[in-house]
């Protein structure tokens, strides 16, 4: 991780249900939250020390991926990377125990489950440097939704709401205005949406390396950029500075 960037996690929850194109989990940020307020981004959030502890035990990104399972089930209780599959009612008791201070670890001793951390796929690493007081170094993760019909939930203070869309609409509402997204999160849209399977976006994670990525400002014909670089499996990799929402 970055010595000066806090490190943290999020995960893109696929399902598929039959659909021509993949749906994706997105969380509605509360509006007064200190970094992208109201934005619409992935599950995740910072990495903490039991996140490390219990991550020691597992790949060198165990931390993340650990931060991952435990933030998806935070914000929206929908559960990934947990064997077997708890129950819908089941998943609820571990959000609000996880919100009321309990350990993951202890939890899932507790109910009979596993960490099943190879369910989430590594797809990039973010360190935006926009923000010169609160910056995150960020791992990018993508995982299958469990089967069956899940609904998030979303409890007061955690997040405003979470909702399941494609990654086209999700940009479409942006470029409308109806929604706000953060510059890492359109760029990972734009990413996702070139796939119609969850095995496609696999595919696609698995054929790029995972380096920090952390863009600049760069001026072409007397207009300022935001750009990352290319060939790293991101199909638009600059946008214009002026009215870019940064959160």
């Not at 960037?5 to 598929?16: L, Y």
């Not at 400002?217 to 670089?229: A, N």
Request: net charge negative; with cysteine; glycine share 8%.
């Amino acid at each position: 991780m970055s010595d000066d960037a806090i490190p943290a996690a999020t995960v893109i929850i696929v399902r598929e249900n039959g659909e021509q194109v993949p749906e994706i989990l997105m969380v509605e940020r509360a509006a007064g939250m200190a970094f992208a307020g109201g934005a619409w981004v992935f599950p995740g959030g910072r990495i903490d020390e039991a996140d490390r502890t219990l991550g020691d035990r597992f790949a060198i990104d165990g931390a993340a991926r650990i931060a991952a399972v435990r933030e998806a089930l935070e914000e929206t209780a929908i559960p990934v990377g947990l064997t077997p599959v708890p129950s819908s009612d089941l998943s609820a008791d571990l959000q609000r125990e996880l919100l009321a201070g309990r350990a993951l670890e202890d939890l899932t001793g507790e109910h009979g489950l596993n960490l099943s951390l190879d369910a989430l796929t590594p797809l990039a690493r973010w360190v935006p440097r926009f923000h010169a007081t609160r910056r995150f170094d960020t791992l990018f993760y993508v995982a299958r939704a469990p089967d069956g019909d899940w609904q998030p939930n979303v409890l007061e203070h955690e997040c405003a709401g979470a909702h399941w869309t494609t990654a086209t609409n999700a940009l479409d509402r942006d470029s409308r205005g109806e929604i706000q997204l953060i510059f890492p999160t359109r760029r990972t849209l734009e990413r996702l949406a070139q796939h119609s399977s969850f095995d496609e976006i696999v595919a696609d994670a698995g054929s790029h390396a995972i380096e920090p990525i952390s863009p600049w400002v760069e001026e072409i014909d007397g207009e300022r950029f935001i750009t990352i670089p290319e060939g790293i499996g991101f199909p638009v990799t600059r946008e214009k500075l002026e009215g870019l929402w940064r959160g």
